[in-house]
């Protein structure tokens, strides 16, 4: 666990991080900025949700949740609409054995039950894109270099390697929180390069290997829970990467 100078630490390294982002205000918000701030709130909801159902097994509180939660029907995206699908799905048939079953096909998925490399959707960048598939390897070094200039800190108590996918999704969400903040107080170039930081992610650490892992995860994964999150998670990835580039291009 943290102590709490490490937590305090923490918090001043965000801080100083996002000063750097809040400098040099403009006069007023417009209506652009205003529009464009919306949508990264929207983009860190989803991030947010998604980067929490990677990140441990579903719990009966988060379930209730879900279930009371309206999601969209239409997306205009495929994968998004299917893996909304699936889940409302899933939980509209399923009942207070829920979250022991969804525990039982996290760890199947994602974990294994095998000693080898093979065996589940291991959700960590290393192990899809070393040669040998090992964890701690170049990809979580970048990662976490990346994490300690942002000012971005993981969960506490966490001891996985950093380049977990409920991390590096977890970073796009704070880095979207930023830029809508920054743009609702007319700071468009530090809205840019927040922007153009997430899409530099996206590319070297996200598109790089997770498509492969959610391949995995279809073929492991005995819930439609699970498989509507890879859905949900491949159209939120492909429908954010043409985001950042329209708005960036």
């Known amino acids: 666990m943290e102590t709490a100078l490490e937590t305090e630490k923490q918090a001043a390294v965000s801080s100083a991080v996002e000063a750097a982002y809040t400098t040099a205000a403009d006069d007023k918000c417009t209506e652009g900025q205003t529009l464009l701030a919306e949508l990264c709130d929207q983009r860190a909801a989803l991030y947010g949700i998604v980067s929490r159902l990677f990140l441990s097994e579903v719990d009966d509180e988060l379930l209730a949740h879900m279930r009371s939660t309206p999601f969209p029907v239409h997306t205009g995206n495929e994968s998004l609409d299917c893996g909304y699908a699936l889940i409302v799905s899933y939980l509209s048939h399923t009942g207070d054995e829920a979250a022991h079953d969804l525990a039982i096909d ?21 192990v899809y894109t070393s040669e040998k598939r090992l964890l701690m390897q170049e990809a979580r070094d970048e990662v976490a270099a990346i994490f300690k200039a942002e000012g971005f800190t993981v969960v506490a108590g966490w001891r996985d390697p950093e380049d977990h996918i409920g991390l ?78 329209d708005v960036l291009g």
């Open 106 to 126: 996290y760890v199947r998925t994602f974990i294994g039950s095998e000693n080898t490399a093979f065996s589940a959707a291991y959700p960590f960048e290393s």
């Open 168 to 245: 590096e999704l977890s970073y796009m969400q704070m880095m979207s929180q930023w830029c809508a903040k920054v743009l609702r107080e007319g700071r468009e170039e530090s809205a840019r390069q927040l922007l153009e930081k997430q899409r530099n992610f996206m590319a070297d650490h996200i598109i790089s290997w997770v498509p492969m892992m959610l391949d995995d995860m279809r073929e492991k994964t005995q819930t439609d829970f699970y498989r509507g999150l890879s859905f949900l998670t491949e159209g939120l990835l492909m429908t954010d990467a043409e985001l950042l580039d």
